[in-house]
């Protein structure tokens, strides 16, 4: 072990909570868009408006990524920090002008980045920047919702 408590390692209940109910958007498109079958307008709207969810949360992990690298990061690593941090926002925009023309893609793409997203967790981790339970919340949240995207993506396709 490093040292750390097994408690100070525990994921609180307010963030697990929360992160957990931040993956039902996805999760209700995805039952809806299934219940529905092929041809209904109300899960077609959830699957667009869940997409675009994931856009939010994608441009959300930059602002906490933000907000760490202002608060907590060494003078050093700031500016780097701060360049990985309006990364999301920027791709969760040009994944939004993707969508129309080409809205499988997009989405691929973003179920990619949100799967990707705990590296640059990893990294704040390994400087000592975010909580010591950081990672046991972020890579499964993220992981799951990687993976609820790309079932919109499929469910886009068919």
Sequence with gaps: MNGLSRRARQVPIAPKLLGAAGLLPPLIAIIARL?????????GA????????????????????WGVASARAPEEKQSQLLVLAIAPPIAALALFILTTPLPLLAT?????????SP???????????????W?????PLSLIMGVLVLVLALLLAL
């Design 46 to 65: 959830l699957l667009k408006l869940a997409i675009f969810y994931g856009m939010l949360v994608l441009s959300f992990l930059g602002g906490i990524w």
């Design 135 to 139: 990672m046991r919340l972020r890579l």
């Design 35 to 43: 219940a529905a079958g092929g041809g209904e307008p109300v899960a």
């Design 108 to 116: 691929i793409l973003l179920a990619i980045l949100i799967a990707a």
């Design 119 to 133: 590296l640059a967790d990893a990294w704040l981790a390994s400087m000592k920047l975010t909580p010591p339970w």
